[in-house]
């Protein structure tokens, strides 16, 4: 077999090749051979014709967008280096369903001017012919551009589907903890239900995550995903991250949030099974928010204080609330974050604010950056702009719950108040000055909230505003790091909050960074995350 390559005819059998196979497990392919199958097919076809196939790649990720397949660029550096010198794959959809990607391939396969040869030097398929000349080319061109068509055709038709099911409260993706889906789409018990049930149970009696953690553990809690091609399940098992997760989430009492739509279950599901009422949810938010410590001045709220609501504790996965401290020196006043959880396990309860501001410098200073880094922080925000408005949806049910809660709190003690300034109760001067302090604490929690409600609908009234133009995303990762340290506490703050979802403390005072999906691949050190929970 000879095939034409640019100016010349080439003998294939004298060219390395790489195998790829890509069968995605992110869209419907229902039609396209397992990649199993595609490596018989295409090895069958290499082993007839005499080809050297030198490695074989496999791939689970969709085609559809680009730089979403790591193997797949690596293919693509390897040919430039001329460690592969060709492809054999079972169709060309297999290889591109997006048209930069496909119009890489198509350059790889074209001389560049002076050159008598490509990088690409030939690709063969065992589903049709391909020859290497303009002609072909324009073929190849066709087959990806319908290959991407389709993909996008049937993308529309999907989410246009989801979407008038959402609205009957049929949901779709991932399944909730204690519950599965039933043949009509809605959300029923399953067999772990009384399990997670009993969790939010055990948050509202006062145990900390890591005891419902455990609790879970002993019952077996777990959730599985989707059988595969080969009908296989996953196991997952709950982690901390899980449970902080899930007990935010508003669908346990009956409100969904999934693809930027909000439905209410109860009305949507007649036979909907919530594990708790909605003033329960309520409550729930409140104790993960963590109370204030009752001695906290008041004058606190006139100092900036930096990252609330940020920091978490990663014993129990209550939030490290900030305050201020003078010590020795009262001229001066230090911040500190501190887990008031009284049933956490933590050793050392605090740490200062600087300990973790100068982690943070040292984290921000070892970015990388490359040509391409903007690119790919451009891709991952449109990407995850859906899946960041979701969470702040549920975030903001979360804050709405907690408001609620506090202001009912606060009824109680103002009417308290009202009532211990009778004269006739003789109320000691010390049982009021208690009252007007819970009065001023609650007061200050419910004014945060609002600034974090607010905030939160900032973003939500125009999505697109938190996308960083080039200069400002080149600016901002080459100055983080000494702004942060040098900064104000305000300028640190939203640093921070551009860059990280959260910073998790562990028992040993330790900092786990959660990054925003955006930023991921420019941090280096095993202690960040990215915000989809990957190791990075």
């Known amino acids: 077999m000879i095939l034409e390559s640019g100016l010349k005819t080439v003998d294939p059998t004298k060219l390395k090749f790489v195998l790829y196979a890509r069968k995605s497990t992110e869209e419907s392919d229902r039609q396209v051979h397992s990649i199993e199958n595609q490596l018989e097919d295409c090895r069958k076809y290499a082993a007839n014709n005499g080809l050297n196939v030198v490695e074989e790649i496999t791939e689970q990720k969709s085609a559809r967008y680009s730089h979403n397949r790591p193997r797949f660029t690596e293919m693509l550096k390897k040919l430039e280096t001329g460690e592969y010198e060709a492809i054999i794959a079972w169709h060309p959809d297999r290889l591109a369903r997006n048209m930069l990607e496909a119009g890489t391939l198509l350059d790889m396969l074209t001389p560049a001017k002076g050159e008598k040869e490509p990088i690409l030097k030939a690709m063969v398929f065992p589903t049709g012919n391909f020859e290497n000349n303009s002609s072909g080319r324009l073929a190849l061109a066709v087959t990806f551009s319908l290959a991407t068509q389709y993909s996008e055709h049937l993308s529309e038709q999907v989410t246009s589907g989801h979407q008038k099911n959402l609205k009957r409260g049929k949901s779709s993706g991932t399944t909730k903890w204690g519950y599965v889906r039933d043949a009509r789409g809605f959300y029923v018990p399953d067999e772990n239900y009384a399990g997670v049930k009993k969790g939010w149970q055990m948050i509202l009696d006062g145990k900390s995550q890591a005891e419902v953690l455990q609790h879970w553990k002993k019952l077996g809690v777990v959730r599985k995903t989707k059988p595969d091609e080969n009908g296989v399940q996953k ?43 909605e003033q329960e949810y309520g409550k729930v938010q409140a104790i993960l928010d963590g109370r204030y410590q009752t001695h906290r001045k008041h004058s ?90 979701a969470e702040l949806k549920i975030e903001r049910s979360s804050l709405i719950a907690s408001k609620n809660q506090y202001t009912s709190d606060l009824k109680i003690e103002n009417k308290n108040f009202a009532n211990m300034a009778n004269p006739a109760l003789k109320t000691p001067s010390a049982t009021m000055k208690a009252c007007r302090e819970r009065i001023n604490e609650l007061t200050t929690i419910i004014n945060d909230i609002n600034e974090d409600i607010k905030a939160i609908d900032e973003v939500l009234k125009d999505p697109a505003s938190r996308k960083l133009t080039r200069d400002e995303f080149f600016n901002l990762i080459q100055t983080s790091g000494e702004r942060v340290k040098k900064g104000t506490f305000a300028e640190k703050d939203a640093i921070v909050r551009k860059m990280f979802s959260n910073l998790r403390i562990t028992n040993k005072n330790k900092l786990i960074y959660l990054c925003k999906p955006e930023f991921d691949g420019l941090f280096s050190g095993k202690k960040v995350l990215n915000g989809l929970g990957d190791q990075t």
Do not use: W
């Not at 690119?375 to 702009?385: L, T």
């Open 235 to 277: 196991i997952i098992k709950p982690t901390k991250q899980i449970l902080t997760n899930l007990f935010r989430d508003p669908v346990y009492y009956g409100l969904l949030v999934q693809a930027g739509e909000t439905v209410d279950l109860r009305e949507a599901q007649p036979d909907f099974q919530p594990m708790i009422t």
């Open 300 to 389: 606190d709220s006139t100092i900036f204080l930096p990252l609330k609501g940020l920091v978490i504790c990663d014993v129990c996965g209550h939030k490290m609330y900030p305050g201020a401290s003078g010590g020795s020196n009262k001229s001066r006043k230090f911040i500190y974050y501190r887990c008031q959880n009284k049933a956490c396990g933590r050793k050392i309860k605090g740490i200062r604010g600087k300990v973790v501001f100068d982690d943070i410098y040292t984290t921000l200073k070892a970015m990388k950056l490359n040509k391409n880094s903007y690119e790919i922080y451009s891709r991952a925000i449109d990407k995850y702009a859906e899946t960041e408005i």
